[in-house]
């Protein structure tokens, strides 16, 4: 995920800079900031659909089985 997100912020500054330079400062600062908010929601989106799939086939994570008290469940039922 901080892969992504990192690529988002990649993203948004490439885009703020090239609005910058075409359309102005306040458009290219625009840009940037609306390109960064979009990216990470997306990142953030394809995460939990990852996660969500996941957790319907039954893949639960160790830490979320201890934290329910079943420390000797492996995680693949």
Do not use: F, Y
Request: proline letters at 3%; a negative charge.
């Amino acid at each position: 995920m901080m892969k992504r997100l990192l690529i988002a912020l990649v993203v948004a500054v490439v885009c703020g800079a090239v609005a910058g330079a075409v359309w102005g400062q306040r458009v290219g600062a625009s840009a940037g900031i609306l390109a960064l908010v979009i990216g990470s929601v997306v990142a953030v989106l394809v995460r939990n659909q990852k996660d969500l799939h996941e957790m319907q086939q039954g893949h639960v994570p160790e830490p979320v089985d201890r934290a329910l008290g079943d420390a000797d469940h492996d995680g693949t039922s």
